[in-house]
């Protein structure tokens, strides 16, 4: 059976984005990027919700072919853009980057994704629809990627919920980033 798999990078003080969406205090480099191109390996489809859709549409279609991109930037937006797409919306009828509109229940039609053959499903931007995802009791697997930063505000991803998670897995970056897999 496929697994929704929840990735998000987090401040230490529990925030997966700043004001207004804010990620320039992501912590990034070599090591982080080669993590993401497996986690892009393990999966045949991302999720999205809509606004992380409009915001992922606006860079990485043209990400690809940007000459002030570095080649391993350009390959990692190939891999992306090639990738199926699943957008949950209530008000975008017609989407593009090689994407499906959702429109209708969403516990549902993950369930149903996930009884189907195919790779993992992976869930990489969006706190409403992460938030949504866990409300609905869909991620199989959290990727907590907890940064060395404080941010002090912005837009937490847990919200007055209490579920326990066991660890199964860490792994400590050398840009000082954790990762931190439960399930």
Known sequence: MRKVILSMVMSLDGYVAGENGDSSWHVMDQEMDEYMENLLDSADTLLYGRRAYEMMIQYWPSAEFDPNNSEESRAFARKINQKKKAVFTRTLNKVEWNAIAVKGNI?????KWKQ???QDLVLLAGADIAQTFIQE????????????VVIGNGVRLFHNRMRKLELIETHTFQCGNVLLVYK
């Open 107 to 111: 516990a549902f039609e993950v369930r």
């Open 116 to 118: 189907q053959p195919g």
């Open 137 to 148: 009791d869909l991620i199989d697997e959290f990727r907590l990627i907890l940064n060395p």
